[in-house]
Each structure stands twice: as structure tokens, then as C-alpha cells.
């Protein structure tokens, strides 16, 4: 059966018969560069592209608008916690937060989509538009700021930033910084240099 996906299993072929995939790192899946990137999950926001990134380099998790979400949090508390564990000699890992200009979360700053958004998944439609929930147990209702538009790449990179930082499950060997893609020059501007958590509870 044809699908989209046929065409790329061909380039798998050509891929397995080269040598890239034996050119595993040290720790097999702490990458050689000790990185972490997270961006948008728009297909013109691949590293591989806009930053050149190899076979091996970098742990890359997209997501909508590159946020944070609770699930990236747990991923970086568990590498957080295989760095202590099975790579103790170090270096720290670094955590790089890639926002970008033109993000089609933007579609959730508009009120009609957003709502309709809502109503069909569930998701907390004043969490969606980046407005505090005001009583979250009483109302039930989450206050997971996640989803958020990237109207302005700069300050929802500093949240996020802010948001990993301050999270006492990242490891104080860990750093992260936060940076914005500007698509139309295909530049990438660090808006925050990389900083150390403050709350951690782990070593
Ligand atoms: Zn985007």
C-alpha cells in the first residue's frame, strides 16, 4: 500500500547502507554534542536544517510553538537524571529553546478557532489564549500554560525559559537557554543565555 511514507522508505534503504548510524555516541543516547534543542514542530523549524545538526549531535522534542509542555519537562527531568546517573565525569547538558517568527500558534490567538479548539479537545480555552485560570481546583479547570500563541517569539521563550528554570525535577547540571528563528532571515538570536535552574532539587 502507497503512502506518503513510501517515497522516504526509499531514502531509509539508501541511509542503511552507509556507515552514519555506527557513528554512535559514547553514552548511545547522550548525543556528542550534549544538547537538547526544542522548537516548533513547523516543518520549516528542523535543526537538522537551520542549525546543520548531524547524526548523533542533539536530543531534538518539538512541539506546537516549541513550548514547554508538561511533557517536556518530564523529558528533561529524565536526561536530567541519566546525566547524574550514567554520565557523572559531566560535562552539563545543555537545554536550547528555539521560538520562531510566523508560528501557526498564532491561529490560537484568534478567538473563533480557539474556542472551536476548545470545545472540540477539552483543552482550557483561558490556558489556551495564556490567561491565568483564576481558581484552578475549585473550577477544575488547568492552568497549564503550555499552549499559548507565539505572537511575540522573544517573551514566550523567556516564559519558557523561566518555566524550566524554575521546575525543582531539572537537574542543577543542566542548563538552558532560549532563543528565536527568524524565518524570513533564516537567522537564530539567543534571547537568554544559558543559565543553571534555581530550584532544583536534584544535584
Ligand atoms: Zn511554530
Known sequence: MSSNLTPLLERNRAFAETD???????????PHQGLFIVTCMDSRTDPADFLGLRF????VARTVGGRVTPAIIQALAFIGYVVETKAPEGPY???AIIHHTDCGSTLLADEEFRQGFAE?????DDALTGLPVLDPAATGRSNDASGFPVLDPAATVRA???RALSDPRISSRITVSGHVYDVDTGLVATVVEPASP???AIR
Open 160 to 162: 519558557d525559559v523561566e
Open 20 to 30: 552514519t548510524r555506527t557513528h554512535t555516541p559514547r553514552a548511545p543516547f547522550l
Open 56 to 59: 548523533g549531535e542533539a536530543i
Open 198 to 200: 534555581r530550584a532544583s
Open 93 to 95: 547538558f545543555e537545554v
Open 120 to 124: 472540540r479537545t477539552g483543552y482550557d
